[in-house]
């Protein structure tokens, strides 16, 4: 590994540290919200719980097969509800 591609990588975990607790602090002071929608696409900001991840990837009673992202931005797919539109779920 060269020394400048290692230092690169130290660079860019600290840019995404600095960059997350500065989002952190944004949020809890109410200037960006933790869940909504930019351009068009979800985001949801917030640490995941096993509760939203099973509600996301697996909720039989959500007929979407793409949800919001568990976190971050975009989506998640619903593989329950995929299961059903492939036949493989009843």
Not at 9 to 34: C, F, H, N, P
Not at 35 to 56: A, H, M, N, Q
Request: hydrophobic share 45%; proline share 6%; glycine share 12%.
């Amino acid at each position: 590994m060269k020394k400048g591609s290692f230092l690169r990588g130290i660079l860019t975990g600290l840019v995404a540290i600095a960059w997350l607790v500065g989002l952190r602090w944004l949020i809890k002071q109410g200037k960006v919200k933790a869940v909504g929608t930019f351009l068009g696409l979800p985001y949801d900001l917030r640490c995941p719980t096993w509760s939203v991840i099973k509600e996301r990837m697996w909720n039989p009673a959500d007929p979407h097969i793409l949800t919001p992202h568990i976190c971050g931005w975009g989506w998640s797919i619903n593989l329950h509800a995929l299961g059903r539109k492939l036949g493989v779920l009843s």
